[in-house]
């Protein structure tokens, strides 16, 4: 199997949040008790229930009000430094799909994954597991495109083979594709007219210098039955 | 037993881990995936979504009885499998715990609701439409004129039925002699 | 729709005014993107506040509340006086070179009124609102279109005033924007241009709702864009099955079909049939109501089976009458129910108590009941009404019902979608507990009832006794009801008129153009007639061919009527019969066939120019599109009036402020004020993508919820600054009829206007929520205890978006 990608194209996202809702439908995700923060943009933030949300981001440009609609959701780096921080193989990179996904039964919560990713994206559940985008892997490896992508009524976001997308973009006329080569190239590629800040996208991700080191340290103190403290982590990777 | 990992601890062990990477030890794990997909054997049914009037085709799959997934029909030539939102929450539509699961009465003055029978329910709705129709029915109208209606029971509903009960419903309000039916599209 | 939603992409030109597809009909938007994407099409947005859909526009204008028709008059005189109107299409087409009787008076000559009008009935006397008619009784014509006197004439006139410095004046919108509008739309004047309108409740809520769309029809009549792929008129319906309800004559003035609800003067059949069956002299009409009388009497025998007769009037008494001056529309409805006329009430699938204008005086009206049948899927704020706000179940008399039914996925049936595409939908899973569907419900009713009346006798009981009625016992069987709207013979015709073929009694008919009226014919509704023959059940079918690649797909489910796809197709043809945009042909006739190509023609007769040709408007009399339209409440042409509620005056006709037929209530609940400074904002109300309707079906789906959770009002950033509101602030608005709290949020899409020299504030509300769910309240209430109950004079629908209101900031 090739690596997939999912192309989301802003200007094509009409904001329905059709998307949010198949993801929780597929996923058996319960909803948020939510309220309304001054916006439309609910639930104000990525969970554990929450795997994809759309942003609502409201500027005016040359006097003329605009409405842009982007999805925040993990990115599936091609080098994954949540894979990498993981210390109990959690987190890990489907190497047919290059999809990142994870194991709950797993998880031990140390959220070393969210500290490590540089889009800010892994969340945890109430029991503390982590839950964010696996690109439905279930679906991809059962020949059907993820939930998200199937659903969504104006193509906005398109999966397939990663290479084939970002060609079809191309095509398209397409200048700039955030995470076509971005830290060596993401399997979520946003086709974009304007630059990322317009959409307000990590202009220039990094990861974390230390990731490696931090990994392996992590397993050690698995295996040693130490516990992992997570203000412990965010400070080694400053 | 609690044991706090200090700062120190913290960095001793990063010198060791340093180590061990330079070891070669394989730091990504690859494990296959496996897990079944959830709509396997489902029964498959199709149907039309019920919110909008795009009229959307929708892909219900069950098993046992119960809704286990929904999805937009790709064959759909309006949506080709696509949804909206609301389309794709049809599955919470079909597994709701606040809906509705035995008629509900509340008696006059009363300041509650009480489970009854349909038989129990249905035999008084209609006794109380026969009691309304026999005293208010029109014969004919203040000029004289032959109308043969009741003003005094009224009906709304609905564009949420189906064409045949659409159907079916007109024409029981309509022999009972009713003028007052209205419903969505009035307003 | 003229047309339906896949064609949305084959349109040149996208104007979505009055409606807002990205939000309430999300799926319409990958037809509309369609066609910007591979025809280049443009996408223009027209309203008040900056939308979703405005979010993917070439150009978005915003205008106020309400303004509509000045906008679209503006068009109109644009198109006249820049001559970009498509002249063929219009002088062989349409009623514009029709000459009008001299004694007809525009609002032009009577400062904003038409001939007739009385202004103590506040009603038009109609009589000088004809055409001249020639010696044999045809309407005269100047096909120069110079005649003072011809349509085209009178519009020019009528529209005179609407310069770019009147629109700007009273939308708000600046001129440049406003041209650049106007230009776009013209454009498609050209025969090889197409432009398309997408329209809903933004429209039709108005005092003056229909002649909106009758602004647009005119202007797609002078554009040559009615019948075409990629044109036409289309309602983006509000819900799945509001067609089909409608089509069923789920309304007082309708029986199924569009058949008239006949009225107290209409004594005998005979009278019926004369009053509703037009005439016509015009030799090349097919004027299609002349069939009129076939449709009714199938219909009785429909409903009366046997006991239908020729001798017994067919059982025309036993359909309940209409006083002929009076409306029994949904304003009446609760206006009798709230002076305590109305005993009993069945609100099956509905929830007036948040989705009726001033709700406040429904759910009064509620109060007054005996009694009250909800059937619903969940408990709703109107069969709890009372134990809603401000009620004392102690003193409340009603006794109430509460009946589950069935979901959309629990039963078996049709649904029609706003493209008029019946489509078969199966039962996935039984309904739960011991919900019932709808159709088993009325059923039970029915039989428990007329078992009432059988061994009780009673008033009037033959019309239920002898009511043809066998769909099943307990289990209703919904295909025996389709095919008795399809229609069946009753008798055996050994040489059927039509094709002098044999038919057997109870075979069904293959269309409506075999239903006869001497009864040997039933036909529940024949529009839907073909939808169900002896070769299945056309509603089921899959099949996915596309013979044009316009889209039109005639063997995926069944369209209303006769499965013709576009609507007045005969109108996308030159009078040879050749498509006037030959990319895009909806039908095309094959002169050597002597046949028509592509979608089902409006009418198998050649083409006009040939012989034994017909005019493409085939349902009026006249058999051309209609721009003078005489048969309306409010005036044959569409004319700028004030919403009801308006803080500002009418700058076109100072002297006729507001529609002057426009329908208002008198009782205390029914306040309508106007230029208040207690309410000195625009208020209007809307639906978001994330629920539907009064929220019943969206506020109980947890998903959606999350995402919409709580009622909020958009306002712009100088009054919210103005107020001391920032987004996420909780305040109140009030309106003359109630108040509701709301959670702010500020936003640039929303902009104050400079109306008439004076600053315009808009604040807009969605109608999705209710105090009964979320269970908490947390929700908040419907934005309907704000709203009027002042009503289109044609329609009665209610004028919900637009109406004054003020706002402040909550003070806790």
């Given at each position: 199997m090739a690596r997939k990608g999912l192309l989301i194209t802003p200007d094509l996202c009409i904001g329905c949040r059709a998307c949010q809702v198949a993801c929780k439908s597929w996923n058996d995700l319960p909803a948020e008790k939510t309220k309304n923060n001054g916006t439309h943009e609910n639930p104000p933030d990525l969970t554990g229930y929450t795997y994809n949300k759309i942003r609502f981001i409201e500027k005016v440009v040359n006097g003329e009000v605009r409405w842009i609609f982007v999805s925040q959701r993990c990115r599936h780096c091609g080098e994954p430094a949540c894979v990498q921080v993981c210390p109990v193989g959690a987190m890990q990179k489907d190497l047919d799909t290059g999809i990142v996904f994870y194991d709950k039964n797993v998880c031990i919560g140390c959220q070393a994954c969210r500290s490590a990713c540089p889009f800010d994206v892994p969340r945890y559940d109430k029991q503390g597991k982590i839950g964010k985008c696996h690109m439905c892997i279930d679906r991809v490896k059962a020949g059907l495109v993820p939930a998200c992508a199937k659903t969504c009524p104006t193509g906005a976001?398109?999966?397939?083979?990663?290479?084939?997308?970002?060609?079809?973009?191309?095509?398209?006329?397409?200048?700039?594709?955030?995470?076509?080569?971005?830290?060596?190239?993401?399997?979520?590629?946003?086709?974009?007219?304007?630059?990322?800040?317009?959409?307000?996208?990590?202009?220039?991700?990094?990861?974390?210098?230390?990731?490696?080191?931090?990994?392996?340290?992590?397993?050690i103190l698995v295996a040693k039955g130490l516990p992992i403290e997570n203000s412990i982590i965010k400070e080694f990777l400053s | 037993?609690?044991?706090?990992?200090?700062?120190?601890?913290?960095?001793?062990?990063?010198?060791?881990?340093?180590?061990?990477?330079?070891?070669?030890?394989?730091?990504?794990?690859?494990?296959?995936?496996?897990?079944?997909?959830?709509?396997?054997?489902?029964?498959?049914?199709?149907?039309?979504?019920?919110?909008?009037?795009?009229?959307?085709?929708?892909?219900?799959?069950?098993?046992?009885g119960k809704v286990v997934n929904t999805e937009g029909d790709p064959d759909h030539p309006i949506n080709e499998g696509s949804l909206c939102p609301k389309g794709a929450s049809l599955y919470q539509l079909a597994n709701n715990p606040y809906r509705v699961l035995k008629p509900l009465y509340r008696a006059p003055y009363s300041d509650k609701w009480k489970e009854v029978s349909w038989d129990w329910a249905l035999d008084r709705i209609a006794k109380l439409v026969k009691q309304t129709r026999d005293k208010y029915f029109m014969v004919k109208n203040e000029k004289g004129q032959v109308v043969n209606r009741v003003e005094a029971i009224a009906h709304v509903g609905s564009a949420a039925l189906d064409n045949e009960e659409c159907y079916i419903l007109q024409k029981f309000l309509r022999a009972l002699g009713l003028v007052y039916i209205e419903h969505q599209a009035r307003i | 729709m003229t047309n339906h939603y896949i064609d949305l992409k084959n349109a040149d030109v996208i104007l979505v005014?009055?409606?807002?597809?990205?939000?309430?009909?999300?799926?319409?938007?990958?037809?509309?993107?369609?066609?910007?994407?591979?025809?280049?099409?443009?996408?223009?947005?027209?309203?008040?506040?900056?939308?979703?859909?405005?979010?993917?526009?070439?150009?978005?204008?915003?205008?106020?509340?309400?303004?509509?028709?000045?906008?679209?008059?503006?068009?109109?005189?644009?198109?006249?006086?820049?001559?970009?109107?498509?002249?063929?299409?219009?002088?062989?087409?349409?009623?514009?070179?029709?000459?009008?009787?001299?004694?007809?008076?525009?609002?032009?000559?009577?400062?904003?009124?038409?001939?007739?009008?009385?202004?103590?009935?506040?009603?038009?006397?109609?009589?000088?609102?004809?055409?001249?008619?020639?010696?044999?009784?045809?309407?005269?014509?100047?096909?120069?279109?110079?005649?003072?006197?011809?349509?085209?004439?009178?519009?020019?006139?009528?529209?005179?005033?609407?310069?770019?410095?009147?629109?700007?004046?009273?939308?708000?919108?600046?001129?440049?924007?406003?041209?650049?509008?106007?230009?776009?739309?013209?454009?498609?004047?050209?025969?090889?241009?197409?432009?398309?309108?997408?329209?809903?409740?933004?429209?039709?809520?108005?005092?003056?709702?229909?002649?909106?769309?009758?602004?647009?029809?005119?202007?797609?009549?002078?554009?040559?864009?009615?019948?075409?792929?990629?044109?036409?008129?289309?309602?983006?319906?509000?819900?799945?099955?509001?067609?089909?309800?409608?089509?069923?004559?789920?309304?007082?003035h309708t029986l199924p079909g569009y058949l008239p609800t006949p009225k107290a003067g209409d004594v005998d059949l005979k009278t019926y049939c004369e009053k509703y069956t037009p005439k016509t002299k015009e030799p090349k009409s097919l004027n299609w109501w002349k069939n009129r009388p076939k449709y009714i009497v199938s219909l009785l025998k429909a409903f009366w089976g046997d006991h239908a007769t020729k001798e017994n009037d067919f059982c025309y008494?036993?359909?309940?009458?209409?006083?002929?001056?009076?409306?029994?529309?949904?304003?009446?409805?609760?206006?009798?129910?709230?002076?305590?006329?109305?005993?009993?009430?069945?609100?099956?699938?509905?929830?007036?108590?948040?989705?009726?204008?001033?709700a406040n005086k429904v759910r009064k009206a509620l109060a007054k009941l005996d009694w009250l049948v909800c059937v619903n899927l969940w408990d709703t704020e109107t069969s709890s009404f009372w134990k809603g706000p401000g009620m004392n179940p102690k003193k409340i008399k009603t006794e109430v019902f509460l009946l589950p039914c069935a979901a959309s996925v629990e039963k078996e049936g049709s649904i029609?979608?706003?493209?008029?595409?019946?489509?078969?939908?199966?039962?996935?899973?039984?309904?739960?507990?011991?919900?019932?569907?709808?159709?088993?419900?009325i059923n039970e009713l029915y039989k428990r009832i007329k078992a009432l009346y059988e061994k009780e006798g009673g008033a009037f009981p033959d019309p239920i006794l002898k009511l043809n009625w066998n769909y099943g016992d307990k289990h209703v069987d919904t295909k025996l009801i389709a095919k008795e709207y399809n229609g069946y013979f009753t008798a055996d015709v050994p040489e059927h008129p039509v094709d002098k073929k044999a038919y057997k009694k109870g075979q069904q008919?293959?269309?409506?153009?075999?239903?006869?009226?001497?009864?040997?014919?039933?036909?529940?509704?024949?529009?839907?007639?073909?939808?169900?023959?002896?070769?299945?059940?056309?509603?089921?079918?899959?099949?996915?061919?596309?013979?044009?690649?316009?889209?039109?797909?005639?063997?995926?489910?069944?369209?209303?009527?006769?499965?013709?796809?576009?609507?007045?197709?005969?109108?996308?043809?030159?009078?040879?019969?050749?498509?006037?945009?030959?990319?895009?042909?909806?039908?095309?006739?094959?002169?050597?066939?002597?046949?028509?190509?592509?979608?089902?023609?409006?009418?198998?007769?050649?083409?006009?120019?040939?012989?034994?040709?017909?005019?493409?408007?085939?349902?009026?009399?006249?058999?051309?599109?209609?721009?003078?339209?005489?048969?309306?409440?409010?005036?044959?042409?569409?004319?700028?009036?004030?919403?009801?509620?308006?803080?500002?005056?009418?700058?076109?006709?100072?002297?006729?402020?507001?529609?002057?037929?426009?329908?208002?209530?008198?009782?205390?609940?029914?306040?309508?004020?106007?230029?208040?400074?207690?309410?000195?904002?625009?208020?209007?109300?809307?639906?978001?993508?994330?629920?539907?309707?009064?929220?019943?079906?969206?506020?109980?789906?947890?998903?959606?919820?999350?995402?919409?959770?709580?009622?909020?009002?958009?306002?712009?950033?100088?009054?919210?600054?103005?107020?001391?509101?920032?987004?996420?602030?909780?305040?109140?608005?009030?309106?003359?009829?109630?108040?509701?709290?709301?959670?702010?949020?500020?936003?640039?899409?929303?902009?104050?206007?400079?109306?008439?020299?004076?600053?315009?504030?808009?604040?807009?509300?969605?109608?999705?929520?209710?105090w009964r769910w979320p269970e908490d309240g947390s929700g908040g209430d419907s934005a309907n205890l704000l709203t009027p109950s002042a009503v289109d004079p044609n329609t009665f629908i209610q004028e919900a978006k637009c109406f004054v209101v003020n706002i402040e900031k909550a003070t806790k």
């Open positions: 976001i398109r999966f397939g083979d990663r290479d084939e997308l970002i060609e079809k973009a191309k095509a398209e006329g397409f200048k700039i594709l955030h995470g076509e080569k971005e830290l060596g190239g993401l399997g979520v590629v946003f086709a974009l007219s304007q630059p990322p800040s317009y959409y307000e996208l990590v202009e220039n991700p990094q990861k974390p210098e230390k990731v490696v080191a931090l990994g392996e340290m992590l397993k | 037993m609690s044991m706090k990992l200090t700062r120190r601890d913290f960095l001793k062990l990063s010198i060791g881990s340093l180590v061990l990477s330079s070891l070669g030890i394989n730091l990504e794990p690859v494990k296959a995936y496996a897990k079944e997909l959830k709509i396997k054997e489902a029964k498959e049914t199709t149907t039309i979504c019920p919110y909008c009037s795009v009229g959307c085709g929708i892909i219900v799959y069950s098993k046992g | 005014m009055g409606g807002n597809p990205a939000e309430n009909h999300p799926v319409a938007m990958k037809w509309i993107l369609r066609a910007k994407k591979e025809r280049g099409a443009k996408l223009i947005v027209v309203d008040p506040k900056f939308t979703r859909t405005a979010s993917k526009a070439d150009l978005y204008v915003q205008i106020r509340p309400g303004s509509d028709i000045a906008f679209l008059g503006g068009l109109i005189k644009y198109i006249i006086d820049n001559e970009l109107y498509f002249k063929d299409y219009v002088v062989n087409y349409t009623d514009l070179p029709y000459l009008v009787d001299p004694n007809f008076k525009d609002t032009e000559d009577l400062e904003g009124v038409f001939s007739g009008y009385d202004p103590m009935k506040r009603k038009y006397d109609k009589a000088t609102w004809k055409y001249q008619l020639d010696e044999n009784g045809v309407p005269k014509k100047d096909p120069t279109l110079k005649d003072p006197n011809c349509v085209f004439q009178l519009l020019k006139k009528h529209y005179s005033r609407y310069t770019l410095d009147m629109v700007s004046e009273i939308t708000g919108a600046p001129k440049e924007k406003i041209l650049e509008a106007y230009k776009i739309i013209a454009e498609t004047g050209k025969p090889n241009k197409v432009a398309t309108e997408c329209y809903a409740m933004g429209w039709t809520q108005h005092t003056v709702g229909v002649q909106n769309i009758r602004a647009f029809s005119i202007i797609q009549l002078l554009l040559g864009n009615i019948g075409m792929a990629g044109g036409g008129v289309n309602a983006l319906r509000g819900e799945s099955n509001v067609q089909g309800s409608t089509d069923m004559g789920l309304l007082f008494s036993y359909l309940p009458k209409l006083d002929d001056d009076k409306t029994y529309s949904w304003y009446d409805l609760f206006d009798a129910m709230y002076r305590g006329k109305i005993k009993g009430f069945f609100a099956w699938g509905q929830n007036p108590a948040c989705s009726s204008a001033n029609t979608n706003s493209g008029r595409w019946a489509q078969w939908r199966y039962k996935a899973v039984n309904p739960p507990g011991e919900a019932k569907p709808d159709a088993e419900i008919v293959p269309s409506f153009v075999f239903l006869l009226d001497d009864g040997r014919t039933a036909c529940g509704n024949w529009i839907y007639s073909s939808s169900f023959t002896d070769a299945g059940n056309m509603m089921a079918r899959r099949g996915k061919e596309d013979p044009t690649g316009l889209g039109l797909y005639p063997n995926w489910t069944w369209c209303w009527p006769v499965n013709r796809r576009i609507l007045y197709n005969r109108a996308s043809v030159d009078p040879m019969g050749n498509p006037w945009d030959p990319t895009r042909p909806v039908i095309k006739w094959d002169p050597q066939a002597k046949k028509w190509i592509g979608d089902v023609p409006d009418g198998p007769q050649p083409p006009l120019a040939m012989e034994g040709g017909v005019l493409p408007f085939i349902m009026k009399p006249t058999g051309v599109g209609t721009v003078f339209g005489a048969g309306l409440a409010d005036g044959p042409f569409p004319t700028y009036y004030e919403p009801v509620e308006s803080p500002f005056d009418n700058p076109l006709y100072p002297k006729v402020r507001h529609n002057p037929v426009a329908k208002l209530y008198a009782t205390p609940e029914d306040i309508y004020v106007a230029k208040d400074p207690r309410y000195p904002y625009v208020g209007t109300t809307y639906r978001v993508t994330e629920h539907w309707q009064t929220g019943v079906m969206t506020r109980h789906t947890d998903w959606l919820l999350e995402l919409e959770p709580q009622v909020f009002v958009e306002m712009d950033k100088e009054l919210a600054k103005k107020k001391g509101i920032k987004s996420g602030d909780k305040v109140i608005i009030t309106s003359p009829r109630g108040k509701i709290w709301a959670i702010a949020i500020v936003t640039d899409r929303i902009k104050p206007l400079v109306i008439q020299g004076k600053k315009c504030h808009i604040i807009g509300i969605p109608w999705h929520y209710g």
